[in-house]
Structure formats: structure tokens, C-alpha cells
């Protein structure tokens, strides 16, 4: 027995001991995984792409330790509750409050009336553009919520409207005048207008203060305190408007404010707390390090280990780090501190208890949860196709409602994309992201319309879609312009894809197809002798409501499925059609009957080697109807049907809600886009990256960042995709009143309910 034991304890010790922890380290730190190596540190390094890979893999086991930001550590507490558990808190030397920072708001002694009783009044923030304190914009929104209910508004409309148009406007309404500087919206068309619109929320900033900032006589400068200190300067603003003002600011910087530069003014000042109740800034108030109340308070960033190992991590830490501070000097204890902690001034606080994240949070910081919320504008609902696709929505959105930014989003799962673009235009799904193929079938069959393109690196010209002619280069006798093709046999990935419609342009630019005829179908049907274009004949690709027999644009695909009595007829849109797709295109071309191939360019290369094709079997036609000089894929980009951007965010052509979708989009920009993965970024999510280790998920990887629609771009890829629909646009100009076609303007709209109230007039 005894033996026993002293076998278990012996065996237990030797795993301790043994035991390696896997420590989460971006990729993008190179020099420090070889470092710990070298000295023998008892931590191996686990590289994740963002912190939000680090906690998908602690939770999966793949992972031990991560180290989370304040708002990491906030999100984790809702997205993954009980899966972690926090080891340490990460401080500074000098602060050692339980809190990273507490919001407060400064009202006169003799406020009366509660929070109702600030009405009317005058309002003072530190700015949106402020990030000494690493205030979310929904730290920054906290008080206005309290105080205005931002998160209603009963008697507005929404349609048209922005979320920050709403919510400004509750605020103007509450506030009869604020200084409230920096950027009210990430898109900058929607922040200037806001800002004309509701100039009183800037009348407390200072004269030329343009709202950007504050320009007030802040008075001799006194040792200690900033006077560029924005929440200095809005305290100052309280102070100088004394009376009926509020200020929303740190608590930190109250009792900087109070105790060193305005001691005679403190006992004028109290802080007003959510219940309503003061508490006057006496001495012994401002004495301490903790508010007696306030808006928000901040949990201070964290060490988490995996349940199963946090208990021995934690033991191990303190033995490594025994007073929480870095040991300095070169052992890899001192090298990991400062690798991921931080330098001489981090202090660690070892948790007892060893707290789950949503019990590290919710003690501090604890906001409903996402589907408990209320907001003026519902969630706007993304449509994904995959599990993986699903579940990096899942994490955006939790990321996004964490940060306050609004409106909220939801995520639903359908099969494919065909069923997303049904379920837009059905308004039981608001948004996705499709890749340029869909672009024409998007707008014609599905109604949709573009939000944002999606930028490519602009470096890399392959990142974009790129269609080109292919000819056999036995066809080139008869073949060898546009018109040479009447009658002949061409492969097309899929029908009405962006390949179908670079041909459709072509042909029309060269005459070869009459401008007038709408139905793409018959267009190209009659045209030819026979195609391989999957999904002519299907429903979900139906281009316009035709009476055409589409049979002979699929005559020439081929049934990966051997099919009883030999026919194997097939217009199928995926894999059981052998020359669905880019690859199944060159499958195509690749059989002696067929003459052309319309494809785009990615991997051409090994698409060609597949179908066992030599560069020199093939050359391409080009868009000014001559043959390319040379045989082969690599021609210069003139010779191209299509140089065009590679994907697109879909919507409801007149959805009401669009320019709050338009502007939501450029806050996930703002806070998951490759410019936001800097330090200063609040949640390490980035959204164009692989997720969980997976490759194009929502975004392609080629993905860099967001652009507008517009048709004034100076970007090729951008102009070159409007053209490319500019045919569709002038046929539903013209033809019979479908609603809400082509072009996006108010006044057709109108046009067409005036339209088809005179039909129905007349008809009865
Ligand atoms: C609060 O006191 C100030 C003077 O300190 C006075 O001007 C103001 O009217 C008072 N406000 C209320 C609501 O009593
Ligand atoms: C204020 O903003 C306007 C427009 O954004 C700009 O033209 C003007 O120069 C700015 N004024 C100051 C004082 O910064
Ligand atoms: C302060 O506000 C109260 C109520 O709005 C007003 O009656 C009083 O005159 C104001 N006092 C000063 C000094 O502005
Ligand atoms: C978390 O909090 C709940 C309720 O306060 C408590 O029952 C539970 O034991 C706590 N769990 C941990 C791991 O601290
Ligand atoms: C958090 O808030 C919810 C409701 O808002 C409440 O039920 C819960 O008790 C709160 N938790 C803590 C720890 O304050
Ligand atoms: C379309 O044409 C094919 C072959 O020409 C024929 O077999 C088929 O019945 C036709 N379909 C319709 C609906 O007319
Ligand atoms: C084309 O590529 C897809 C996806 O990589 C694959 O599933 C399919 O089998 C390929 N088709 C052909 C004809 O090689
Ligand atoms: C047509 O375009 C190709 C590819 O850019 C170019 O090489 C050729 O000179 C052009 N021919 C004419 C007649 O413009
Ligand atoms: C801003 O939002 C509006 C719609 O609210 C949109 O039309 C515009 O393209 C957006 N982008 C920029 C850069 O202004």
C-alpha cells in the first residue's frame, strides 16, 4: 500500500518534472521559439496565427498556456465560459488594483434627479480616437446607453439609417450639448455628415475644435498631470461648465485630477452611479484605488491554461516567477517573462481558486449576453456554407458584439451558396461573401446587389480572377477569331458564371451576338452548335424566365457517374459532371470534340497537366479578336476576357438596412482587418486570415481588405467588374418591370411601383 502510494507520487513527480507546456506564440515572432529552445526553458512553443487560434486550441488540448488582453479575456467569458481557466492576472507595478481601468462618471455635489435628472443637460467624453486607456466602443458607449437608452428608439425609423445615426441621434436629443471628439463611425462619408448634422455633440470642444479634439484653455500646466490627457481635458470641460455637465471618464484620472491639480474644487464633484446615487470626492474617496462606483471595470489581462493542466501550471509558475515579477538576467524564466508578459514593470497575481473565464469576468465585467441584447437595428445575419465557415462567423460575431459594434451579427449555416443567395433573396439571410463567379447569377436570377468588393493584393495580380479564351491548338486552322466560333463547341465551367459572361461581353463587343438579346441562354445556345455549361437547365441558375431549350448547353458534359442504359447525359453543377468547374472546363477541352475552352486562369497549370495537356496544345483568343502569338497560359494581361476583383459581399438589392450593413462592415474592417493587427488591436481576430488553421473561410486568403462598389473606382479590377454587368443594366432598363433590377437608384424604384400600380390599375 504504502509502496504503492510512494510509486504513484514518485510517478506523479517524474511527470511534473518531464512535463513541457505548449505556450501559444504568434507566427510572426520568429527569434524567440529558438531562444527558449537553446536555454532549456521548460515551455514549447504552440504558433497560432491569432489569439483566438490560441483558445480554440487550449480548449482542443492542442494547447496549454495563452496569454489574453483585457478584451480577449472579456470575449473568452462569453464565447468559451468554462472551458479555460485563468492562472494568473498580468498588472502593472505600480497599479495594483484589481482593476485595469474603471469608467466613472463626474457630476456636480448637488446633481439631483438620478441619472433622468442629466436630461438636458451637457455631456463631456474623452473621445472615440483615445486609446491611452484601451476603451472598447463599448466602454467608450457605456454611460450614453445607461443614461439615453442608445438601445432603443421607439420613434425612429430605421430604414436608410445607420447604427450610429440612430444612437447620435438619441444622444442629441438626451444632451442638449457635448463634447464628444473623434470619429463617430468607421466610415468616414457616414462620420462627416453625422458630424454636420448634429453639431451641438461638438459645441463643449473649443472653438476650431472641428470635433476632432479638445481646445480649451487648460490653464497652467501642474507637475504630474498631461493637459493633453483627453480625460484631463474632459474633466476640465466639466469643471469649466460646472453647472448641470457630466464627464465619463477613468477613475484613474479623477483622482489625478482631484487630489494633484483641482484639490480646492474635489468636495464640488461627486460620481453619479448607475442606481442614480452620489458620492461626493471627499479626501478619503479620492484616497482609493478603487471607484466606489462606476460604469464599467476593466479585468486585467490574463494567463489561462487549459483545465486539465492549469492547477500545474500555476504551481509551476510560482515556482518560475515567485514573486510575479521577471528575475531578470538570461535564464529562459527572465527570456519567457519578457517574451509574453511583459518587462520590468508587469506583475503577475497567481488567481487562487484558479476561476473559469466567465468566472474571472462576470465578477468585473458583466454585460448580457448576445442573444439577451437589445439594439435599434436587428442583427444583420451572415450565411455561411460550411461548419468551419460557421464556426469563424460564431467567433466574429462574439468578438464584434464583445467591442460594441453594432448592428450585431448572426451566423446561419445552409449547404452551398446557391442557397445562401435564396435565402437573401428570400430575407431570411442578410449577407454573404461569394466569390466573383456568382456575380451575374447574383444579380439577375437572385436580385442581390454588391456591398463591398473584396481588395486582393494589389502586388499580386494572379490574386485576382483572371478569364481567358483557350483554344485546342488544332481548332486555331478554323478558329481564329470570334466570329469563327458560330456553330462550334466551347466548354464553360458553369453556366451564367463570371467565365459564361466574359464570353457573353466578348461576343457582343465583336457583334457576334446581338446586344438586344437578354436571354443569355438563347444567346449563346443558338450561337454555338453545342456547349458544356453546368446548370443551364437548373432552376437556381435560370437567367431569365425563357422558353429556350437550353439541352444543347450541356450536351457535351459528361457524367462522372456511370449511369444504367449508357445515357450520361448531365447538367449538373458539381462534382458528378466530369467538366464542371475550371478543372472539369479543361477536362473538356481537353476531348477531341470540343474546340474552346472559357476558364480563369488559377492554377491553369496543373488544371492543364491533369487533363494531360501540354502548354503547347492550347493557345489563348483574344478580347481584340486575334489569336495570341505564342501558344501556352501565360500571355500578357490585354489578351484576357475578364481582369476582375475575385469576390464580393452580397445583399438584398433595397434592403432598408443597408447602409447600417454597409458601416458595420467597415467597423469589422476597422477592428479585424489586416490594419487593425497591430498592437493597439483590442481582440487578436483576424478576419481575412485561416481560421483554426483552415484556408479561406468566409474570406479567400488572397483577401486584403474591404472597398466600395462604386463606380468612380480608379482600381482596374473594381471598374472592369461594374462594365461587366453594365449589358445586364441596360437589358433591365429596358425590360419588363421585374423589381428592384440593375441599377441600385432610388427613382427606378420608384418608377417601377408607379409602373406596376398602373398595371394593376389598369388591369382591374
Ligand atoms: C448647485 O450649486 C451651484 C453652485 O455651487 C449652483 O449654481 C447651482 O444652481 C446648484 N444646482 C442645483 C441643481 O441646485
Ligand atoms: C474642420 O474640418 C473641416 C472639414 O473636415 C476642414 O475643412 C477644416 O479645415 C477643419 N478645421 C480645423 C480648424 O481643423
Ligand atoms: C444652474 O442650473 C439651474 C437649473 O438648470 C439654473 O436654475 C441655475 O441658474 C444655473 N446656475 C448657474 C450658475 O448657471
Ligand atoms: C464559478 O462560479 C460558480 C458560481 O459562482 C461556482 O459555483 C463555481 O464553483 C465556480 N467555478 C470555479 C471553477 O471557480
Ligand atoms: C450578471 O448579470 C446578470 C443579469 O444581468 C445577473 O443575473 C448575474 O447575477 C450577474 N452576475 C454577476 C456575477 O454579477
Ligand atoms: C429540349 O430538347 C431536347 C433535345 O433536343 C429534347 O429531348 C427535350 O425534350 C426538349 N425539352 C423540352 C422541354 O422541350
Ligand atoms: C476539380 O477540382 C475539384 C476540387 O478540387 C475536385 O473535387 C474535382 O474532382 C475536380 N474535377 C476534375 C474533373 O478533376
Ligand atoms: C491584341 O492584343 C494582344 C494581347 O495584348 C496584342 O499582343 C496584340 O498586338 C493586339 N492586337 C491588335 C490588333 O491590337
Ligand atoms: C459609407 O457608407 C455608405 C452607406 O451608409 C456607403 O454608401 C459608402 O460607400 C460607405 N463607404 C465610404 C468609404 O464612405
Not at 457630466?246 to 485630477?257: K, M, S, T
Not at 491554461?305 to 538570461?330: F, H, L
Not at 461576343?507 to 445556345?525: K, L, M, T
Request: glycine share 6%; proline share 4%; hydrophobic share 35%.
Amino acid at each position: 500500500m504504502g509502496f504503492k502510494l510512494i510509486l504513484v507520487a514518485a510517478f506523479l513527480v517524474g511527470c511534473a518534472t518531464a512535463q513541457n507546456y505548449r505556450i501559444c506564440i504568434p507566427t510572426t515572432s520568429t527569434q524567440i521559439c529558438q531562444n527558449l529552445d537553446n536555454i532549456g526553458s521548460q515551455v514549447i512553443c504552440e504558433r497560432v496565427e491569432t489569439k483566438v487560434d490560441c483558445a480554440i486550441k487550449i480548449a482542443r488540448g492542442a494547447a496549454d498556456i495563452g496569454i489574453f488582453s483585457e478584451e480577449e479575456i472579456v470575449l473568452l467569458g462569453h464565447q468559451q465560459p468554462s472551458e479555460h481557466r485563468v492562472v494568473a492576472s498580468i498588472r502593472d507595478v505600480s497599479r495594483p488594483e484589481p482593476f485595469a481601468f474603471e469608467a466613472v462618471a463626474v457630476v456636480p455635489f448637488n446633481h439631483t434627479g438620478g441619472l433622468e435628472g442629466l436630461r438636458g443637460g451637457k455631456y463631456c467624453h474623452p473621445g472615440f480616437d483615445q486609446n491611452e486607456q484601451r476603451w472598447s466602443p463599448r466602454v467608450l458607449k457605456a454611460f450614453e446607453l445607461a443614461v439615453a437608452r442608445t438601445d432603443r428608439c421607439p420613434d425612429s425609423s430605421t430604414d436608410r439609417k445607420t447604427a450610429e445615426e440612430l444612437e447620435v441621434d438619441t444622444l442629441s436629443k438626451f444632451f442638449t450639448s457635448a463634447c464628444r471628439p473623434g470619429p463617430w463611425s468607421a466610415n468616414t462619408t457616414v462620420d462627416n455628415d453625422l458630424r454636420n448634422r448634429y453639431p451641438s455633440l461638438c459645441s463643449l470642444c473649443g472653438e476650431n475644435a472641428n470635433c476632432s479634439r479638445y481646445t480649451l484653455d487648460m490653464g497652467v500646466t501642474v507637475a504630474g498631470i498631461q493637459n493633453t490627457n483627453r480625460h484631463i481635458q474632459a474633466l476640465e470641460c466639466l469643471r469649466s461648465n460646472n453647472n448641470g455637465t457630466v464627464a465619463y471618464v477613468a477613475w484613474q484620472h479623477v483622482r489625478e485630477f482631484f487630489t494633484i491639480r483641482n484639490p480646492q474644487d474635489a468636495t464640488s464633484f461627486a460620481l453619479i452611479c448607475e442606481d442614480g446615487s452620489l458620492r461626493v470626492l471627499t479626501t478619503e474617496v479620492l484616497t482609493s484605488a478603487t471607484a466606489p462606483c462606476s460604469f464599467v471595470k476593466q479585468p486585467w489581462s490574463t494567463i489561462v491554461a487549459s483545465s486539465s493542466t492549469a492547477a500545474a501550471v500555476q504551481a509551476s509558475m510560482r515556482e518560475w516567477w515567485p514573486n510575479g515579477a521577471n528575475p531578470g538576467g538570461n535564464s529562459w524564466q527572465s527570456v519567457l517573462f519578457n517574451a509574453v508578459i511583459g518587462g520590468a514593470n508587469a506583475r503577475l497575481t497567481f488567481e487562487d481558486g484558479i476561476p473559469t473565464t466567465q468566472n474571472y469576468t462576470s465578477n468585473v465585467r458583466n454585460f448580457t449576453t448576445i442573444t439577451g441584447s437589445s439594439s435599434c437595428i436587428p442583427a444583420r445575419r451572415w450565411c455561411t456554407i460550411s461548419a468551419q465557415e460557421h464556426n469563424k462567423c460564431t467567433w466574429i460575431r462574439s468578438a464584434a458584439y464583445t467591442l460594441g459594434i453594432e448592428p450585431a451579427i448572426s451566423c446561419q449555416q445552409r449547404s452551398n451558396i446557391f442557397e445562401c443567395l435564396t435565402d437573401i433573396r428570400d430575407n431570411t439571410a442578410d449577407f454573404t461573401v461569394t466569390p466573383s463567379n456568382y456575380g451575374y447569377l447574383s444579380r439577375q436570377h437572385y436580385r442581390l446587389s454588391s456591398v463591398k468588393l473584396v481588395q486582393n493584393s494589389r502586388s499580386n495580380p494572379l490574386a485576382f480572377t483572371r478569364v481567358a479564351a483557350l483554344l485546342r491548338e488544332s481548332s486555331t486552322q478554323s478558329i481564329t477569331r470570334f466570329e469563327n466560333l458560330r456553330g462550334k463547341k466551347a466548354c464553360f465551367p458553369e453556366f451564367g458564371g463570371i467565365s459564361y459572361v466574359a464570353f457573353v461581353r466578348a461576343a457582343h463587343e465583336r457583334g457576334v451576338i446581338s446586344s438586344s438579346e437578354c436571354d443569355y441562354g438563347r444567346a449563346v445556345g443558338e450561337f454555338l452548335d453545342s456547349a458544356c455549361a453546368p446548370g443551364a437547365l437548373d432552376n437556381s441558375h435560370a437567367l431569365t424566365e425563357s422558353n429556350y431549350n437550353a439541352t444543347n448547353l450541356c450536351s457535351l458534359c459528361k457524367s462522372s457517374v456511370s449511369v444504367a442504359g449508357g445515357n450520361d447525359f448531365t447538367c449538373a453543377y458539381d462534382e458528378t459532371n466530369m467538366f464542371y468547374g475550371n478543372n472539369g472546363s479543361i477536362l473538356c477541352l481537353a476531348d477531341p470534340n470540343s474546340d474552346i475552352a472559357f476558364v480563369e486562369l488559377q492554377n491553369i497549370e496543373s488544371h492543364l497537366r491533369t487533363a494531360g495537356l501540354q502548354q503547347t496544345d492550347v493557345r489563348m483568343l483574344c478580347r481584340n479578336n486575334t489569336l495570341a502569338a505564342s501558344t501556352g497560359v501565360t500571355v500578357d494581361q490585354n489578351c484576357l476576357l475578364a481582369y476582375v476583383v475575385d469576390s464580393e459581399v452580397l445583399a438584398r438589392r433595397n434592403d432598408p438596412l443597408l447602409n447600417s450593413l454597409n458601416t458595420m462592415l467597415d467597423s469589422l474592417e476597422m477592428h479585424f482587418g489586416y490594419s487593425a493587427a497591430n498592437g493597439a488591436q483590442l481582440i487578436n481576430l483576424e478576419m481575412y486570415s485561416p481560421f483554426d488553421g483552415i484556408s479561406d473561410l468566409l474570406f479567400k486568403d488572397t483577401a486584403i481588405g474591404l472597398s466600395e462598389p462604386s463606380s468612380e473606382s480608379t482600381s482596374e479590377p473594381i471598374k472592369n467588374y461594374n462594365e461587366l454587368f453594365q449589358h445586364l443594366e441596360s437589358c433591365t432598363g429596358s425590360a419588363a418591370p421585374l423589381p428592384g433590377l440593375a441599377t441600385r437608384s432610388f427613382v427606378s424604384f420608384i418608377t417601377l411601383i408607379v409602373t406596376s400600380l398602373v398595371v394593376r390599375f389598369v388591369m382591374n
